[in-house]
């Protein structure tokens, strides 16, 4: 094996497939990049065993071949060299050389028929969405995804076919919850997407997914069946194990009688917000909201006997006395989503769960768990 | 075919349960010997109690015709009213001689008070032989030769001889702290394994924590803390409290150690219901909830508690051993335990283990650095687990006196000094203004010196006391935040979809009964179905809860030890983080009104003298033992 290719290529190549391969592990190959350099071609494959990356970059090619080297010294390794330079492989015995400019390296190397691949199945349904899509079901709903490993049902998005709230539009929806508050986002529904019942997507491959399409511009093709994913986009191919456990039925905690309406200014509350937990050190940052007579007076206080107090102007229809706790961060992380000036809250009692919303913009809903304060 | 068992069997397979070990033996003999009203009894073993136990008393004794009654099965003196419920006596079930007697060749010689004779009766395994005349001064003599020589299986199972004398020793030590008026002694062929200094020659009075003139709060309280400086160690009255408590139907009485002079498991907590040794997990239990927050969760305090309820409100017939026991009122005795306990060290604020100084002193020793501090009750050096003093002392290892490592700190400018300026002799000091020497008098004295940025050096008028200042200050702060939340009500979060627990029935009862005390804390359930339950609420400084996890371990918490203490220790872990990163870590300078601060703190500070994980957080070396390390 061997060929040359343009430092800048290789760059982009591997710092996609550094971020997929896990920095230690007990299965030394799973440390390693696979290179395949065939038809004028290098395919980059790399694996955590749940999430598969394959990547395909344009080289000049000597001889064809296959080989596997450790991807985080390899990437540290491109990074750092001029990007003017073209590197050069040669694949020996008990090694590959390296050569850029002045430079020489040599890494070491485990066989390729050992590398691991996903089994692959047959996709039982395919769509194609614009990136910007894809891009905002995650941005606004990854922050509400559960770490708590035993809920592993919980450690990703739950995609979906359906209705819309008032019936008339097909929408495809992403859930994302951790029991203490609900992102539910959606867009509008991209042909052949008719039949995904239902599956959830491991967090790490909602993180990848994100960075990737942030740089991409185009379409990207989503193919699915019972227990995988795959992502195309362009050159880039991700494949990833889905979540095997059933979503909790999200449409019933999520409040219908909700009556109470605060409409308030999002830019302002969020840094309300965020002020008055200075003072709360604990994870529980607990914040009061007391509202009355279109004023919204925060109260936050902690163990260290510290406390904070802020009033703001709202629009409060109800009139009357009502006051609910939540924890501020939970807050803050809702309404930094929040695009429009003005953030609306439907309460119901103050034990009861609060619907946070976008004036101008329905496809977002949230949904918060008071805190007993 | 169905037949009945010949008695000898009968007798063999009772043997079974009573007798177990030549230990079992000892402990039932001797019982007897104290339901006779003995005041002195003389143990002899030989190879651990395998191939020879004799036990003379002085105690009432039995008359000629009472022999062969003796050692039939459920024949006893000891039941007079035939009430099972009111047992007044350490034995009760007419077991034991009839038992150890088919097992071993076993010889009863006895004279009664009232008579001039002497009798002795001897079975082979079972099998019974003439009365015959023989000479004894006064009590019961009685030997058991050849334990388990016609049952082959349980011989087999006994162990090296020098293990079955460690459980022997136990045996004797646990009931010689429960009869503090008799006196014991145990001997091989050889030498004295252990002897009771009798009440009339204990003159010399231990040094207790106690002030001198301090009435004793119970009766007969110098005479047990006397044997028991004798069976724990001579250092444990220095290192104790006591404990008392008295209700309408509840006496507890006792001395329990100090927290930082503890062990690494329980054997040194002894426990007595009504004078009978137990090893009762309930007790064991409430003592582990009393320390709470006094000692890091792995280490045990050591203690001798005795309660006395009426006889009606306890079970003793549980256990063939009778070391467990039922009470009536579980709760309430636990609860007063837990209360006497927590009072007493509710009152000892900061008292370092006078071990850890001693420690501390012999490691500057040059010369067999251990030999000082563990000297004492040298039959029992196997109780005191060298072991664990290793551990403790290993906390002390840093600390070598290098007079090129002062860190000399000018109090005016806080400016750390070279170290060819030494620290300020007693002598100077003496010169100092008047206001100097009355400041000397807080207990922790002023702060001099802060030696490797962790340590500081203090001066009271009679010790030099180092302070390790990152666990000194986490222990104030984690009191403080303690405090406030204890204040504040705990904060819960309510969850969008409540949890299913599956759990048996019997547990979801379990943990039902608790949920007042759990809301309490920030945890709300509910009853789900016959075998589950909703967890609604969690509390919020756990952040994400794995609720099938917290219940269970909420449940083994209920099991072992009947409490909740689980989820709160849960929630004092958070504190104790926070408590952590709050506090000035080792490593950064101090100046001297730093340190002074520090120090008046912890003067004021409960639990000061111990780290949040049990280890001391000063030590304090006695000018006087000072001295005598340069010979002066």
Same mark, same amino acid.
């Given at each position: 094996?061997?060929?040359?290719?343009? *430092?800048?290529?290789?760059?982009?190549?591997?710092?996609?497939?550094?971020?997929?391969?896990?920095?230690?592990?007990?299965?030394?190959?799973?440390?390693?990049?696979?290179?395949?350099?065939?038809?004028? $071609?290098?395919?980059?494959?790399?694996?955590?065993?749940?999430?598969?990356?394959?990547?395909?970059?344009?080289?000049?090619?000597?001889?064809?071949?296959?080989?596997?080297?450790?991807?985080?010294?390899?990437?540290?390794?491109?990074?750092?060299?001029?990007?003017?330079?073209?590197?050069?492989?040669?694949?020996?015995?008990?090694?590959?050389?390296?050569?850029?400019?002045?430079?020489?390296? /040599?890494?070491?190397?485990?066989?390729?028929?050992?590398?691991?691949?996903? $089994? *692959?199945?047959?996709?039982?349904?395919?769509?194609?969405?614009?990136?910007?899509?894809?891009?905002?079901?995650?941005?606004?709903?990854?922050?509400?995804?559960?770490?708590?490993?035993?809920?592993?049902?919980?450690?990703?998005?739950?995609?979906?076919?359906?209705?819309?709230?008032?019936?008339?539009?097909?929408?495809?929806?992403?859930?994302?919850?951790?029991?203490?508050?609900?992102?539910?986002?959606?867009?509008?529904?991209?042909?052949?997407?008719?039949?995904?019942?239902?599956?959830?997507?491991?967090?790490?491959?909602?993180?990848?997914?994100?960075?990737?399409?942030?740089?991409?511009?185009?379409?990207?093709?989503?193919?699915?069946?019972?227990?995988?994913?795959?992502?195309?986009?362009?050159?880039?191919?991700?494949?990833?194990?889905?979540?095997?456990?059933?979503?909790?039925?999200? *449409?019933?905690?999520?409040?219908?009688?909700?009556? $109470?309406?605060?409409?308030?200014?999002?830019?302002?509350?969020?840094?309300?917000?965020?002020?008055?937990?200075?003072?709360?050190?604990?994870?529980?940052?607990?914040?009061?909201?007391?509202?009355?007579?279109?004023?919204?007076?925060?109260?936050?206080? /902690?163990?260290?006997?510290?406390?904070?107090?802020?009033?703001?102007?709202?629009?409060?229809?109800?009139?009357?006395?009502? /006051?609910?706790?939540?924890?501020?961060?939970?807050?803050?992380?809702?309404?930094?989503?929040?695009?429009?000036?003005?953030?609306?809250?439907?309460?119901?009692?103050?034990?009861?769960?609060?619907?946070?919303?976008?004036?101008?913009?329905?496809?977002?809903?949230?949904?918060?768990?008071?805190?007993?304060? | 075919?169905?037949?009945?068992?010949?008695?000898?069997?009968?007798?063999?397979?009772?043997?079974?349960?009573?007798?177990?070990?030549?230990?079992?033996?000892?402990?039932?003999?001797?019982?007897?010997?104290?339901?006779?009203?003995?005041?002195?009894?003389?143990?002899?073993?030989?190879?651990?109690?395998?191939?020879?136990?004799?036990?003379?008393?002085?105690?009432?004794?039995?008359?000629?015709?009472?022999?062969?009654?003796?050692?039939?099965?459920?024949?006893?003196?000891?039941?007079?009213?035939?009430?099972?419920?009111?047992?007044?006596?350490?034995?009760?079930?007419? +077991?034991?001689?009839?038992?150890?007697?088919?097992?071993?060749?076993?010889?009863?010689?006895?004279?009664?008070?009232?008579?001039?004779?002497?009798?002795?009766?001897?079975?082979?395994?079972?099998?019974?032989?003439?009365?015959?005349?023989?000479?004894?001064?006064?009590?019961?003599?009685?030997?058991?030769?050849?334990?388990?020589?016609?049952?082959?299986?349980?011989?087999?199972?006994?162990?090296?001889?020098?293990?079955?004398?460690?459980?022997?020793?136990?045996?004797?030590?646990?009931?010689?702290?429960?009869?503090?008026?008799?006196?014991?002694?145990?001997?091989?062929?050889?030498?004295?394994?252990?002897?009771?200094?009798?009440?009339?020659?204990?003159?010399?009075?231990?040094?207790?924590?106690?002030?001198?003139?301090?009435?004793?709060?119970?009766?007969?309280?110098?005479?047990?803390?006397?044997?028991?400086?004798?069976?724990?160690?001579?250092?444990?009255?220095?290192?104790?409290?006591?404990?008392? &408590?008295?209700?309408?139907?509840?006496?507890?009485?006792?001395?329990?150690?100090?927290?930082?002079?503890?062990?690494?498991?329980?054997?040194?907590?002894?426990?007595?219901?009504?004078?009978?040794?137990?090893?009762?997990?309930?007790?064991?239990?409430?003592?582990?909830?009393?320390?709470?927050?006094?000692?890091?969760?792995?280490?045990?305090?050591?203690?001798?508690?005795?309660?006395?309820?009426?006889?009606?409100?306890?079970?003793?017939?549980? &256990?063939?051993?009778?070391?467990?026991?039922?009470?009536?009122?579980?709760?309430?005795?636990?609860?007063?335990?837990?209360?006497?306990?927590?009072?007493?060290?509710?009152?000892?604020?900061?008292?370092?283990?006078?071990?850890?100084?001693?420690?501390?002193?012999?490691?500057?020793?040059?010369?067999?650095?251990?030999?000082?501090?563990?000297?004492?009750?040298?039959?029992?050096?196997? &109780?005191?687990?060298?072991?664990?003093?290793?551990?403790?002392?290993?906390?002390?290892?840093?600390?070598?006196?290098?007079?090129?490592?002062?860190?000399?700190?000018?109090?005016?400018?806080?400016?750390?000094?070279?170290?060819?300026?030494?620290?300020?002799?007693?002598?100077?000091?003496?010169?100092?203004?008047?206001?100097?020497?009355?400041?000397?008098?807080?207990?922790?004295?002023?702060?001099?010196?802060?030696?490797?940025?962790?340590?500081?050096?203090?001066?009271?008028?009679?010790?030099?006391?180092?302070?390790?200042?990152?666990?000194?200050?986490?222990?104030?702060?984690?009191?403080?935040?303690?405090?406030?939340?204890?204040?504040?009500?705990? %904060?819960?979060?309510?969850?969008?979809?409540?949890?299913?627990?599956?759990?048996? +029935?019997?547990?979801?009862?379990?943990?039902?009964?608790?949920? %007042?005390?759990?809301?309490?804390?920030?945890?709300?359930?509910?009853?789900?179905?016959?075998?589950?339950?909703?967890?609604?609420?969690?509390?919020?400084?756990?952040?994400?809860?794995?609720?099938?996890?917290?219940?269970?371990?909420?449940?083994?918490?209920?099991?072992?030890?009947?409490?909740?203490?689980?989820?709160?220790?849960?929630?004092?872990?958070?504190?104790?983080?926070?408590?952590? &990163?709050?506090?000035?870590?080792?490593?950064?300078?101090?100046?001297?009104?730093?340190?002074?601060?520090?120090?008046?703190?912890?003067?004021?500070?409960?639990?000061?003298?111990?780290?949040?994980?049990?280890?001391?957080?000063?030590?304090?070396?006695?000018?006087?033992?000072?001295?005598?390390?340069?010979?002066?």
């Amino acid at each position: 094996m061997k060929f040359t290719v343009k *430092q800048a290529d290789l760059l982009k190549a591997t710092s996609h497939v550094q971020s997929i391969v896990e920095r230690k592990t007990t299965v030394p190959i799973l440390s390693n990049v696979k290179m395949t350099v065939s038809d004028g $071609k290098l395919i980059l494959h790399a694996t955590d065993m749940e999430i598969e990356l394959a990547e395909t970059i344009d080289v000049e090619v000597e001889e064809e071949g296959t080989a596997t080297t450790p991807a985080h010294t390899l990437y540290e390794i491109v990074k750092k060299l001029p990007s003017s330079e073209d590197i050069e492989f040669t694949l020996t015995e008990n090694q590959i050389d390296l050569k850029a400019g002045r430079s020489r390296f /040599s890494l070491s190397i485990l066989a390729s028929d050992e590398f691991p691949v996903l $089994k *692959q199945n047959e996709y039982t349904g395919s769509f194609e969405i614009d990136t910007e899509s894809v891009s905002y079901l995650i941005n606004k709903s990854r922050f509400a995804i559960s770490t708590e490993e035993t809920r592993y049902y919980l450690n990703g998005i739950y995609m979906h076919a359906s209705d819309n709230d008032t019936e008339d539009n097909k929408v495809l929806r992403v859930v994302a919850t951790d029991g203490h508050r609900l992102a539910r986002v959606e867009v509008e529904l991209p042909e052949g997407a008719e039949n995904l019942q239902g599956i959830i997507v491991p967090r790490k491959t909602v993180h990848e997914i994100f960075k990737l399409s942030e740089n991409f511009e185009g379409n990207i093709k989503i193919s699915f069946n019972e227990t995988l994913i795959k992502f195309e986009m362009g050159s880039i191919t991700i494949t990833s194990k889905l979540i095997d456990g059933s979503f909790p039925d999200y *449409q019933r905690v999520i409040p219908k009688n909700n009556n $109470k309406l605060l409409e308030l200014e999002a830019v302002s509350f969020a840094k309300s917000v965020d002020r008055v937990s200075t003072v709360s050190l604990d994870r529980s940052r607990a914040i009061k909201l007391e509202i009355q007579d279109n004023q919204l007076t925060l109260v936050a206080n /902690s163990v260290s006997n510290n406390q904070a107090e802020e009033d703001m102007e709202v629009t409060w229809e109800n009139g009357e006395e009502f /006051s609910i706790g939540f924890n501020g961060k939970y807050l803050l992380d809702i309404i930094n989503q929040i695009e429009d000036e003005t953030v609306q809250i439907t309460f119901g009692q103050s034990t009861e769960p609060a619907i946070l919303r976008d004036v101008s913009d329905d496809s977002l809903l949230y949904v918060l768990m008071p805190m007993r304060v | 075919m169905l037949r009945l068992l010949p008695k000898n069997l009968i007798n063999q397979i009772s043997a079974g349960e009573v007798v177990e070990r030549p230990a079992s033996v000892v402990k039932e003999l001797v019982e007897n010997s104290l339901d006779a009203g003995a005041t002195s009894i003389h143990i002899i073993i030989r190879d651990g109690g395998k191939s020879y136990i004799s036990i003379t008393d002085n105690g009432k004794g039995l008359c000629k015709d009472d022999l062969h009654l003796a050692v039939q099965r459920h024949a006893t003196s000891k039941l007079p009213n035939d009430d099972l419920f009111d047992i007044n006596t350490m034995g009760f079930r007419g +077991e034991a001689l009839p038992s150890i007697a088919s097992v071993s060749r076993f010889t009863l010689t006895s004279k009664q008070d009232t008579s001039s004779e002497a009798w002795q009766l001897t079975i082979n395994g079972g099998t019974q032989e003439e009365i015959i005349p023989a000479t004894l001064q006064q009590g019961t003599r009685i030997e058991v030769k050849d334990l388990f020589y016609n049952t082959p299986a349980r011989l087999k199972f006994l162990k090296a001889d020098t293990t079955e004398q460690t459980h022997i020793l136990d045996i004797i030590r646990r009931l010689s702290q429960s009869f503090i008026k008799v006196d014991f002694s145990l001997s091989d062929d050889k030498r004295s394994l252990f002897t009771t200094k009798g009440q009339q020659t204990h003159g010399q009075q231990p040094h207790t924590l106690q002030d001198q003139d301090q009435d004793p709060i119970f009766a007969d309280q110098e005479l047990m803390l006397a044997r028991l400086s004798q069976t724990i160690g001579k250092d444990f009255p220095e290192n104790s409290l006591p404990i008392y &408590h008295k209700s309408d139907d509840i006496f507890i009485k006792g001395f329990i150690s100090i927290p930082t002079y503890n062990r690494k498991d329980s054997r040194q907590q002894f426990f007595y219901v009504n004078n009978r040794p137990m090893k009762d997990k309930q007790l064991f239990g409430a003592v582990r909830r009393a320390y709470r927050g006094y000692i890091y969760h792995d280490r045990f305090p050591i203690l001798a508690i005795f309660i006395e309820v009426n006889n009606r409100n306890v079970d003793m017939n549980v &256990h063939p051993a009778k070391t467990e026991v039922r009470f009536r009122y579980q709760q309430q005795i636990q609860s007063a335990l837990v209360s006497a306990i927590r009072h007493t060290l509710a009152q000892s604020t900061f008292e370092v283990s006078t071990t850890v100084n001693a420690q501390a002193i012999s490691m500057l020793e040059k010369e067999e650095p251990q030999s000082q501090s563990y000297s004492q009750s040298q039959s029992y050096s196997q &109780h005191l687990s060298p072991k664990a003093s290793l551990i403790t002392r290993n906390h002390f290892e840093p600390m070598q006196v290098n007079a090129n490592e002062f860190n000399l700190v000018n109090p005016d400018t806080g400016e750390v000094l070279p170290p060819t300026s030494q620290p300020t002799s007693q002598g100077t000091s003496e010169s100092e203004s008047e206001s100097e020497l009355t400041r000397e008098s807080y207990p922790l004295g002023m702060a001099k010196a802060q030696l490797h940025k962790t340590y500081i050096i203090s001066q009271t008028s009679e010790s030099i006391i180092i302070t390790d200042q990152h666990s000194a200050h986490e222990r104030i702060t984690y009191e403080t935040l303690k405090d406030n939340m204890a204040k504040n009500q705990i %904060k819960g979060q309510l969850l969008l979809v409540p949890d299913v627990v599956q759990l048996l +029935e019997e547990e979801l009862a379990l943990i039902l009964k608790q949920a %007042k005390k759990l809301e309490q804390l920030g945890l709300v359930i509910e009853k789900f179905s016959h075998n589950s339950l909703l967890v609604r609420q969690t509390p919020a400084l756990l952040g994400e809860v794995d609720s099938q996890g917290l219940i269970a371990d909420l449940l083994s918490g209920l099991t072992e030890w009947g409490d909740c203490d689980i989820l709160q220790e849960k929630l004092s872990a958070v504190v104790h983080r926070m408590a952590c &990163h709050g506090s000035v870590r080792a490593g950064k300078i101090l100046n001297i009104e730093e340190m002074n601060n520090l120090l008046r703190t912890m003067e004021n500070t409960p639990k000061s003298a111990q780290c949040i994980h049990g280890r001391p957080t000063y030590v304090k070396l006695e000018l006087k033992q000072i001295e005598k390390l340069f010979g002066r």
